[in-house]
């Protein structure tokens, strides 16, 4: 199993990233999909989630703001990040439960800075 994020970088307070994540070495389809995020001194926190049939769930400091979606055909979870707030900087994670086993995702960082 390999999960690949990319899409993070530095954004100014109010603006917009979208995250991508390509995942291979297991049926995409079966699975529902993570994104969390880590920032610097905290825990990893879970941000949204998106099961097989494509209903989505996010955390509140989120919720309005970032939109989950997945794209079955080409193996790929997005999370789509608008309005941030430098509260939302940190590394933002993927990740898959497969087989009851959690496989994550190396890892982008999100910068919300002016």
């Known amino acids: 199993v390999q999960l690949q994020a990319y899409g993070g970088g530095l954004v100014q307070p109010g603006g917009s990233l979208r995250l991508s994540c390509a995942a291979s070495?297991?049926?995409?389809?079966?699975?529902?999909m993570f994104w969390y995020r880590q920032a610097p001194g905290k825990q990893r926190e879970l941000v949204a989630t998106?099961?097989?049939?494509?209903?989505?769930n996010y955390a509140d400091s989120v919720k309005g703001r970032f939109i989950i979606s997945r794209d079955n055909a080409k193996d790929t979870v997005f999370l789509q990040m608008n309005s941030l707030k430098p509260e939302d900087t940190a590394v933002y994670y993927c990740?898959?439960?497969?087989?009851?086993?959690?496989?994550w995702g190396q890892g982008t960082q999100v910068t919300v800075s002016s």
């Open positions: 998106i099961t097989l049939g494509g209903t989505t």
């Open positions: 070495g297991f049926t995409f389809s079966s699975y529902w």
């Open positions: 990740n898959a439960k497969v087989r009851s086993t959690p496989y």
